[in-house]
């Protein structure tokens, strides 16, 4: 059976705190920086080197590692449903992730937009993920899938059963790769 990883990026696998703004990169930084894709941000007009400096700020090695565990263990396909995905392209996700240590694949990303969708409307996370699943053709019953996110569990309606909620202080703590990879893993 597919297996699949909804995750969030803020919250879950970095500072909940940390704001853009001018910042000063150290020299590895910039480094990393300069050897991020030219196809990292959605809209040039966002690509500043800033934003990817929060990015690789944000993201803790600690929790990345945690991720490789829950990755590696569960060979699930990651789908990416993190607010990252309006300011970063796939290639720019794939990059901040790479940069601090995550060895997995990043598979897809729910749509920005829902059909219809008006700009003054606000679906839920829950939302983006049934979209998802309606946009692969896949029905979700066919599928093992866990969502790890530290939203509101208000945002996930008839996911709560798959859903993983991460304490925002903490990010992703081992008793949640536990429970994701119990989700995930056919029982023994």
Partial sequence: MRRLL??????????????LGSLIPSNAEA???????STSFQNEKQARREDLLVALRSLERPLIARLNVLVERTRAEVIVHSSWRYTFTMDGMRWALKEVGYRGELADMVPHRLPGQKMSQ?????????????????EPADTDFVIVDDAERSQFERFLPNLVRVNSKVGLADRDVERACALLEPPV
Avoid: H
């Fill in 31 to 37: 480094e990393a920086i300069d050897r991020a894709p």
């Fill in 122 to 138: 606000y679906p839920s996370r829950g939302d983006y993920i049934r979209q998802w699943f309606k946009d692969a053709n896949v």
């Fill in 6 to 19: 909804f995750l969030d990026i803020d919250g879950c696998l970095g500072s909940d705190g940390l704001k």
